[in-house]
């Protein structure tokens, strides 16, 4: 009789795979969370570049609504407004005695009494 040699049995396929499964879906897993926590702090880092960009925007148009609001008080000043109307349209204060006041004559309401407005007599 032959001796045979008692060869080590091949593991099956389902076995392999049943060991290396757990390994396998952990290391999925720790690559699935890595690619997650990557994607976040992108997102953060993007978000953070564009408020730093409106917060530059924000201030640059401050300083122009300050610009612009000095510029229309400028504008409004009566000094200026009275030079323009004297030289541009030919105007002059109106002279001594030019100038006549009226009276207001009362109010009256449809039944024809007469009616105070407030601040008036």
Known sequence: ?????????????GVVL??????AAVAALLAAVGILHVAARTEVVDTGYTLSHLEGENQA?????????LE???????????RLA????GMAPP???AIT??????????SGRTVAVAGRP
């Open 1 to 13: 009789m032959k001796a045979s040699r008692a060869q080590p049995r091949r593991p099956t396929l």
């Open 86 to 89: 004297k030289d541009s349209l």
């Open 101 to 110: 006041v009226l009276a207001r004559p009362p109010q009256r309401t449809a």
């Open 18 to 23: 049943r060991q290396l499964l757990p390994g």
């Open 72 to 82: 229309l008080g400028t504008l409004k000043r009566s000094a200026r407004l009275e």
């Open 61 to 69: 148009l401050t300083l122009e609504n300050d610009r612009l609001r």
């Open 95 to 97: 002279a001594q005695g």
